[in-house]
């Protein structure tokens, strides 16, 4: 019996042959009182939220009474493996009808069109190689049109076991009723009388091709959702763990919190964690999309799923299991993969209806050409060809597999979109604000001079600065401690002023450090020589210090520009972006970074809930915005943009409040998105145009007798493999620039 799970169940959907499938299942789930489904044709699983009182094997249920199989997905490798049994089952069909199909055309063919050939139970013949063809290889169409028809409803498979039964039965029945009827065109000539046996040839042929058509569909969807997975595939399966000074492999699935284990060269990281012995170079590509190896050595930050190209490294674990960086990372992918677009919604009302109108359309164009005079047979011709041409399969395809592959090419590179949403709102973005500090610079300052006015001394107020800051958790906060050493005094009293500085007593005086507008708005007067020494500055940002009510020094500290700023910015305004740079920092100590990186707007000055604001007033204005920030200070910010894109801190990737994650600190990652989503988007636009497009000049053209049924069951079954192969073109997008060497 299956319990009731915490949070969204996840289903391996079974069974489901085109979009129209999919739809059936979504609104049969979404009937449960309190549910909400989605349906995804080409990754074959349902995401289901699941009320209280209501349980998984419920959910499994409904799938079931909708003619389906269901199962709770727990592991990629049983996908996998089911995936694997489908395309095998598929290859045996069509070998069968391959073997058979091939010689009933030659024979048939040349029968109907040279009659002195014909001998003593030809016909037979025929029928005896046509029935392995049309009911083992077709078993699949019609399996699904007989649970179809139990269900009352219709799909793709409907058109297809009509159109081969239909021809399948009308060469018999021809056969059988002696109705030599006239000659027809076959594309290459006429037929002499009494080829109607032809038509088990159109059963067979048609069988076949669609046959190879989902064969290789089907593989190509297993290679599109073998991408998405990929990540998960990364993660060492075994892990070295040090007991006792013992070396002891184990599952890596058994590693704990606070473990030692040891990482040979060539090995990957089973977790992550941090170095505590040895240094080495990791090779993050798999994880950041990096190519240059990064040097590691004790107290450095690892990720699992990197590999180890130096020295043996000692690793204390700190998140494993579902925790580590590359776990939510896959975990995201998926996730996003399985989320629909707003044009694949549409797309699935219109499968929903597509079918039921096809049939209502044969039915017309058969009775539409025996009420103008045409033979049974011709009209009989049309209607099949109908039925075989209207398939919506690259309709159902377009957008779900190129969603998958780009997304899936996007977390290759180290940039996790969380959802479709993201890619479209990304195509309409005009404006892109950046973050300065650990989004364009790299968010790890040092102090570079210090300052004492009056009577005070530099050590001094370096020394009263580093105790209250040392409470603090802020990047200059972090410098300032940094420089002024060990052996400070403590701090009582200490309150963080959020986006301006922080307070606390100091050997029973109290001290202030901040900017000049706290020291303003404490009533604190900043001296002349202060201000001076502030304007400056330059690219350095400044802090005062105040002891007792009167400001006694300043400090300086300055932060490094990621190497990749300048170019990626670069690269933001060739793709026609307006860029602008949000800084809490000073005007002058804003504007020399933008200078640097090229960035001609700055807005500074701001405090963290003031960016909300800033991004409201570019919004209001009519632009369509991207914030890019560090996700944490950055949070609202990001939640208020069109689209936020969030520079991610440690393993803990899926705390962001944002639509894109960045892994990799390089700030190409943002351009790289941008390119990638407008790709993804341009594929899915053509893909749909293709299916429309097949759709809308094909029916007519079968609808007029121009259309053969077995060219109609090529042209269908290749439509299909186009749209899939066009959306698996997008794992071959690489960033162009020289720091992917090619890869």
């Given at each position: 019996?299956?319990?009731?799970?915490?949070?969204?169940?996840?289903?391996?959907?079974?069974?489901?042959?085109?979009?129209?499938?999919?739809?059936?299942?979504?609104?049969?789930?979404?009937?449960?009182?309190?549910?909400?489904?989605?349906?995804?044709?080409?990754?074959?699983?349902?995401?289901?939220?699941?009320?209280?009182?209501?349980?998984?094997?419920?959910?499994?249920?409904?799938?079931?009474?909708?003619?389906?199989?269901?199962?709770?997905?727990?592991?990629?490798?049983?996908?996998?493996?089911?995936?694997?049994?489908?395309?095998?089952?598929?290859?045996?069909?069509?070998?069968?009808?391959?073997?058979?199909?091939?010689?009933?055309?030659?024979?048939?063919?040349?029968?109907?069109?040279?009659?002195?050939?014909?001998?003593?139970?030809?016909?037979?013949?025929?029928?005896?190689?046509?029935?392995?063809?049309?009911?083992?290889?077709?078993?699949?169409?019609?399996?699904?049109?007989?649970?179809?028809?139990?269900?009352?409803?219709?799909?793709?498979?409907?058109?297809?076991?009509?159109?081969?039964?239909?021809?399948?039965?009308?060469?018999?029945?021809?056969?059988?009723?002696?109705?030599?009827?006239?000659?027809?065109?076959?594309?290459?000539?006429?037929?002499?009388?009494?080829?109607?046996?032809?038509?088990?040839?159109?059963?067979?042929?048609?069988?076949?091709?669609?046959?190879?058509?989902?064969?290789?569909?089907?593989?190509?969807?297993?290679?599109?959702?073998?991408?998405?997975?990929?990540?998960?595939?990364?993660?060492?399966?075994?892990?070295?763990?040090?007991?006792?000074?013992?070396?002891q492999s184990l599952p890596a699935a058994l590693l704990r919190v606070g473990d030692l284990f040891v990482?040979?060269?060539?090995?990957?990281?089973?977790?992550?964690?941090?170095?505590?012995?040895?240094?080495?170079?990791?090779?993050?590509?798999?994880?950041?999309?990096?190519?240059?190896?990064?040097?590691?050595?004790?107290?450095?930050?690892?990720?699992?799923?990197?590999?180890?190209?130096?020295?043996?490294?000692?690793?204390?674990?700190?998140?494993?299991?579902?925790?580590?960086?590359?776990?939510?990372?896959?975990?995201?992918?998926?996730?996003?993969?399985?989320?629909?677009?707003?044009?694949?919604?549409?797309?699935?009302?219109?499968?929903?209806?597509?079918?039921?109108?096809?049939?209502?359309?044969?039915?017309?164009?058969?009775?539409?050409?025996?009420?103008?005079?045409?033979?049974?047979?011709?009209?009989?011709?049309?209607?099949?060809?109908?039925?075989?041409?209207?398939?919506?399969?690259?309709?159902?395809?377009?957008?779900?597999?190129?969603?998958?592959?780009?997304?899936?090419?996007?977390?290759?590179?180290?940039?996790?979109?969380?959802?479709?949403?993201?890619?479209?709102?990304?195509?309409?973005?005009?404006?892109?604000?950046?973050?300065?500090?650990?989004?364009?610079?790299?968010?790890?300052?040092?102090?570079?001079?210090?300052?004492?006015?009056?009577?005070?001394?530099?050590?001094?107020?370096?020394?009263?600065?580093?105790?209250?800051?040392?409470?603090?958790?802020?990047?200059?906060?972090?410098?300032?401690?940094?420089?002024?050493?060990?052996?400070?005094?403590?701090?009582?009293?200490?309150?963080?002023?959020?986006?301006?500085?922080?307070?606390?007593?100091?050997?029973?005086?109290?001290?202030?450090?901040?900017?000049?507008?706290?020291?303003?708005?404490?009533?604190?007067?900043?001296?002349?020589?202060?201000r001076r020494w502030l304007a400056g500055l330059g690219a350095a940002t400044g802090v005062l210090v105040?002891?007792?009510?009167?400001?006694?020094?300043?400090?300086?500290?300055?932060?490094?520009?990621?190497?990749?700023?300048?170019?990626?910015?670069?690269?933001?305004?060739?793709?026609?972006?307006?860029?602008?740079?949000?800084?809490?920092?000073?005007?002058?100590?804003?504007?020399?970074?933008?200078?640097?990186?090229?960035?001609?707007?700055?807005?500074?000055?701001?405090?963290?809930?003031?960016?909300?604001?800033?991004?409201?007033?570019?919004?209001?204005?009519?632009?369509?915005?991207?914030?890019?920030?560090?996700?944490?200070?950055?949070?609202?910010?990001?939640?208020?943009?069109?689209?936020?894109?969030?520079?991610?801190?440690?393993?803990?990737?899926?705390?962001?409040?944002?639509?894109?994650?960045?892994?990799?600190?390089?700030?190409?990652?943002?351009?790289?998105?941008?390119?990638?989503?407008?790709?993804?988007?341009?594929?899915?636009?053509?893909?749909?145009?293709?299916?429309?497009?097949?759709?809308?000049?094909?029916?007519?053209?079968?609808?007029?007798?121009?259309?053969?049924?077995?060219?109609?069951?090529?042209?269908?079954?290749?439509?299909?493999?186009?749209?899939?192969?066009?959306?698996?073109?997008?794992?071959?997008?690489?960033?162009?620039?020289?720091?992917?060497?090619?890869?």
């Amino acid at each position: 019996m299956t319990t009731a799970v915490d949070g969204p169940v996840e289903l391996a959907v079974s069974g489901m042959t085109c979009a129209a499938c999919a739809a059936r299942v979504e609104r049969k789930l979404n009937r449960l009182d309190g549910v909400r489904a989605s349906v995804n044709y080409a990754t074959e699983r349902a995401v289901v939220h699941l009320p209280a009182g209501l349980s998984a094997g419920d959910a499994v249920a409904a799938v079931r009474q909708a003619g389906y199989d269901a199962r709770v997905r727990h592991r990629a490798e049983d996908d996998r493996a089911a995936h694997t049994a489908a395309v095998a089952d598929l290859r045996r069909r069509l070998v069968v009808a391959a073997v058979l199909a091939i010689p009933l055309g030659n024979l048939s063919i040349s029968l109907a069109l040279v009659p002195a050939l014909r001998f003593p139970g030809w016909e037979a013949l025929c029928v005896l190689l046509a029935v392995p063809v049309a009911g083992y290889s077709a078993w699949p169409f019609h399996r699904a049109a007989l649970r179809n028809l139990r269900h009352g409803s219709s799909s793709m498979d409907t058109l297809v076991s009509l159109g081969v039964l239909a021809s399948f039965g009308w060469a018999v029945w021809s056969l059988a009723a002696g109705s030599a009827g006239p000659g027809y065109w076959l594309g290459f000539g006429v037929t002499a009388e009494g080829a109607d046996a032809v038509y088990l040839d159109v059963a067979a042929g048609v069988t076949t091709f669609l046959l190879a058509g989902r064969y290789f569909e089907t593989r190509s969807r297993r290679n599109a959702v073998g991408l998405l997975t990929a990540l998960a595939g990364l993660a060492a399966k075994d892990a070295r763990v040090l007991r006792e000074g013992v070396e002891q492999s184990l599952p890596a699935a058994l590693l704990r919190v606070g473990d030692l284990f040891v990482v040979r060269p060539g090995d990957a990281l089973p977790a992550d964690g941090v170095v505590a012995e040895g240094a080495s170079a990791l090779d993050t590509a798999a994880i950041t999309g990096e190519s240059a190896p990064v040097d590691v050595g004790p107290g450095d930050r690892v990720v699992g799923g990197t590999v180890n190209r130096g020295g043996r490294l000692v690793v204390r674990a700190t998140e494993v299991g579902a925790n580590t960086q590359l776990a939510q990372m896959s975990a995201l992918a998926e996730q996003a993969a399985q989320r629909k677009a707003a044009v694949q919604r549409l797309v699935d009302r219109v499968c929903a209806v597509f079918v039921p109108v096809v049939l209502v359309l044969a039915a017309l164009v058969l009775g539409g050409w025996l009420a103008t005079g045409h033979t049974a047979r011709e009209a009989f011709t049309a209607a099949v060809a109908v039925l075989i041409i209207a398939c919506p399969c690259a309709l159902g395809l377009a957008t779900p597999t190129a969603l998958m592959v780009g997304v899936a090419r996007a977390a290759q590179l180290g940039v996790l979109v969380k959802g479709p949403e993201a890619l479209e709102a990304t195509r309409s973005v005009d404006t892109v604000v950046l973050d300065k500090t650990g989004t364009v610079t790299a968010g790890r300052m040092s102090v570079v001079a210090t300052a004492a006015f009056g009577d005070a001394d530099e050590r001094e107020v370096l020394r009263w600065a580093g105790a209250v800051e040392a409470a603090s958790e802020h990047p200059v906060a972090a410098a300032v401690v940094s420089a002024a050493g060990a052996g400070l005094p403590a701090v009582t009293g200490f309150e963080a002023l959020v986006g301006a500085g922080a307070r606390g007593e100091v050997d029973g005086v109290p001290v202030v450090v901040g900017t000049a507008g706290l020291m303003a708005g404490l009533g604190i007067t900043v001296p002349p020589e202060a201000r001076r020494w502030l304007a400056g500055l330059g690219a350095a940002t400044g802090v005062l210090v105040a002891r007792a009510g009167a400001v006694v020094g300043g400090i300086a500290v300055r932060d490094t520009v990621r190497p990749s700023a300048a170019d990626a910015v670069a690269r933001l305004h060739a793709l026609g972006l307006r860029t602008v740079l949000l800084t809490g920092d000073g005007p002058g100590a804003a504007r020399a970074v933008a200078d640097e990186v090229g960035i001609t707007e700055v807005v500074a000055g701001v405090r963290p809930a003031d960016k909300v604001a800033a991004v409201e007033a570019l919004r209001a204005a009519g632009h369509r915005v991207a914030m890019v920030g560090d996700g944490v200070n950055d949070g609202p910010a990001l939640a208020a943009a069109d689209l936020g894109m969030a520079v991610a801190r440690g393993s803990d990737v899926a705390a962001h409040a944002a639509d894109v994650i960045l892994v990799r600190e390089d700030l190409h990652a943002v351009p790289d998105a941008v390119e990638l989503a407008n790709r993804t988007l341009d594929t899915i636009r053509g893909n749909l145009v293709w299916a429309f497009g097949y759709n809308a000049a094909a029916i007519p053209l079968a609808a007029s007798g121009l259309l053969n049924p077995l060219i109609a069951g090529a042209a269908m079954s290749l439509s299909s493999v186009l749209v899939v192969a066009n959306s698996l073109r997008l794992r071959g997008y690489r960033p162009p620039r020289a720091l992917w060497d090619g890869r």
